[in-house]
Structures are given as C-alpha cells and as structure tokens.
C-alpha cells in the first residue's frame, strides 16, 4: 500500500522560511514526477510545485522564485523548501505522486495520481 507522510508545516510571520517534507513508503519513488498542492480555506486545490524523476522542476506563478522543490531519491522523500512566506501562502499543503507530465505545445501538463498524504497546515500571519 502507498503511503504518503506530510511534514514541516507550522505558523510563522512573513517573510519567514519554512521546510516541508514528503516521506513515501509501497511505492518505487524514484520513477514518480511527485507534487506539491495546497488549499486555502474556501479556494480550489491548486498544484505549487512538481518535479519529474529527472529531477526538472515548475512552480505555480504566485510561488516561483520563491518556493524550491527536490527530491532525495534515497530517502523516498520530496521537500519543499519555503520562503519568504506571504499570507497568501496560508494553506494546506498535501503531496501526491504521479505519473511523468504529458507536453502540449511546449507546455507541461501534470496529471494527479489517486495517493495522497494527510496534509501540513502552514500559517503565514503577523
């Protein structure tokens, strides 16, 4: 069985730093593109960050350059490392592993596996 392990949420002030990590266990890691998503109370789930096996990696516009997503194949995790955190970043940030993006017109589309872990709330507030 998948298994998948949020962790390193918390509350901090902006402009703040914080480390989320995904621990994966029943699954061959390393072949996944694995995903960051959140949502904000009230808003859709909206993906943050993706990284393929190959370790190519793209973020969410509201995110880019500020967020960092990689992944250590030996130790079955994905992190993503969070900075310069704003309000709007508060949410509940889950991770999913699927399969590698398809490409259209030089864009790459991400499609949702079926496993999910329970989620790491972060709190951006003054």
């Known amino acids: 069985q998948v298994q998948l392990v949020e962790s390193g949420g918390g509350s901090v002030q902006p402009g703040e730093s914080l480390r989320l990590s995904c621990t994966a266990s029943g699954m061959r890691f390393n072949i996944y593109t694995m995903a960051w998503h959140r949502q904000a109370p009230g808003k859709q789930r909206e993906l943050v960050a993706a990284?393929?096996?190959?370790?190519?990696?793209n973020y969410a516009d509201s995110v880019k350059g500020r967020f960092t997503i990689s992944r250590d194949n030996d130790k079955n995790t994905v992190y993503l490392q969070m900075n310069s955190l704003k309000p709007e970043d508060t949410a509940v940030y889950y991770c999913?592993?699927?399969?590698?993006?398809?490409?259209?017109?030089?864009?790459?589309?991400?499609?949702?596996?079926?496993?999910w872990g329970q989620g790491t709330q972060v709190t951006v507030s003054s």
């Open positions: 999913n592993a699927g399969p590698a993006p398809t490409y259209y017109r030089g864009t790459a589309i991400y499609t949702e596996g079926p496993d």
């Open positions: 990284i393929t096996s190959g370790g190519s990696a």
